[in-house]
């Protein structure tokens, strides 16, 4: 499968999870973005459905509804979250994780990579928006080092004009977009936009190798295939 898709997540998928369980990880949003049905092609031995949202969202019956379109059957829905700083007792590892789109909405980022690194046994599949590290537009321009990891909140008015320039053409970003309150509970606005390299040292300051990565997006996300320790 890996051969034909041109989805950098369905071909790190497609390298690692023949034969092993797999839960892609709050993946209801936008549910045809699912990654369960790459997992099912690509040979998956177990499929999970892990997200936040409550047993009666109408997202959960968007996604059964896909699954039955699809012909997928025999997959688990767990209502799980992430940021839950005691994970370990609600939930159980599977082999491969894919998380997408999270990372940069959580205020917690390294409980976040702390967390996946707990449900997963094996390999994660992470992609998360990131800042490049220099920003140039009518608006002004907006730098730093490739060490640096943005704080939405922190963004004065013309920092976040030149972040509106930059990302409205790729649809809402609450936070840069607009402005937005920021509370410790809300994950609606983006929270962190850390630079590739910052990225990468984040998973592995949270104990992940980093086997492959690539930029996305137009260069503003960054997918990653991270290994789980040895004698996790």
């Known amino acids: 499968m890996g051969l034909f898709s041109s989805d950098v997540r369905d071909q790190y998928i497609s390298r690692v999870v023949k034969g092993n369980t797999f839960a892609d990880i709050c993946g209801l949003w936008g549910t045809v973005n699912e990654k369960v049905s790459v997992a099912h092609r690509c040979g998956a031995s177990e499929l999970t459905m892990m997200d936040i949202q409550p047993p009666e969202s109408d997202l959960w019956q968007k996604f059964h ?135 990468l040292a984040m998973c592995t300051a949270a104990g992940f190798s980093v086997e492959d990565s690539a930029h996305t997006w137009n260069d503003n996300a960054l997918t990653v295939l991270l290994k789980c320790p040895a004698n996790k």
């Open 65 to 199: 509804d896909r699954m039955s379109a699809l012909e997928i059957s025999g997959y688990r829905c767990v209502t799980l979250d992430l940021g839950h700083p005691q994970i370990d007792s609600t939930v159980q590892p599977v082999d491969v994780v894919h998380c997408s789109g999270v990372l940069y909405h959580h205020p917690n980022p390294m409980l976040l990579l702390a967390n996946l690194r707990r449900t997963s046994r094996k390999f994660v599949i992470l992609t998360s928006a990131i800042v490049r590290g220099e920003i140039k537009n009518k608006k002004g321009r907006y730098s730093l080092p490739p060490s640096s990891v943005l704080f939405v909140p922190a963004l004065s008015d013309a920092e976040r004009e030149i972040m509106r320039a930059h990302w409205e053409p790729y649809g809402t970003a609450y936070g840069l977009t607009q402005k937005c309150e920021f509370t410790v509970d809300n994950f609606a606005p983006w929270w962190w936009l850390p630079t590739a390299t910052a990225l």
